[in-house]
């Protein structure tokens, strides 16, 4: 299915790039190296399907993208998830009901867009991806009521992102056995379904384009990285990234302000690939 030999899957925020900027001169030549080498690369973001097409294009980026935390594999080219991870409806009713009672701050994730309670406060970041991207490809923005998990016609969800939710919110949705919770970064609480994980998503895409698991690599700085670091043949923790990652990598590159991710291609990956081929 595809003339790579080896995956590599990459974090976003404070791995490829800093929040809020693009991803510098230095790694884009990177990836552009790691193809040359015939090592396929994508992005593993805890971020919305719809929130990444700009950086595939600018990347070069020619296999699905794992988004969501791992709730979806997207291809950017189709701009449609080829993988869905989704709530059940009654769990995801449950939920939402539950975020809007105790006026969470909520944003919630869909292969038909980008829905936010009326507490949410993230809808910026939302419109600032739009602004420099053209109509058809634009992030489809969905403001919800407090009556919408009564709604017949309630889209399905693969993640929930809630930013400091009260104590009540987050004891219950952490002690419960049906959904996977996890930071992907300061106040941030990512929620999908139980099993959902960059790192088991990486492994579905590597059996996707016919890569052998041994074959995969995996970058990444933060919490909810953790799992793909450790699923992969070969993790990679930034130097910038948390004790678990750390510990969970085969290798240590420099930070992200120190372009840690185009120091670990030209030092670690290539160099490992070429002596596996």
Partial sequence: MTRYKAVLAADMDFTLLLPGEDVPAENTAAVKRLQENGIAFTIATGRSSFLVGKFAER??????????NGG?????????????????????????????????NATLYSVTGIYFTRCSKRKFFCED????????????????????????????????LLIDPPENVSAKICSDPDLTVISSGPSLHDIMTAGVSKGKALLDLADYLEIPRSMTFAIGDSDND???????????????????????????????????FAKAVDEFIIPTVSSLT
């Fill in 59 to 68: 990347l070069g980026i020619d296999i699905p993208i794992i988004t969501g």
């Fill in 72 to 104: 979806a594999l997207f291809d950017p080219f189709a701009r449609k998830d080829i993988m869905s991870m989704d709530f059940t409806d009654q769990k995801a009713r449950g939920l939402l009901r539950l975020m809007i009672e105790n006026e969470v």
């Fill in 129 to 160: 991806y739009n602004k420099d991207v053209e109509p058809a490809k634009k992030a489809p923005l969905f403001d919800l009521d407090d009556n919408c998990w009564k709604r017949d016609d309630l889209p399905p969800f693969n993640k929930f």
């Fill in 226 to 260: 953790i799992s793909m670091i450790a699923d992969a043949g070969y993790g990679i923790a930034m130097g910038n990234a948390c004790e678990g990652a750390k510990k969970a990598a085969a290798y240590i590159t420099a930070a992200v302000s120190e372009m840690g």
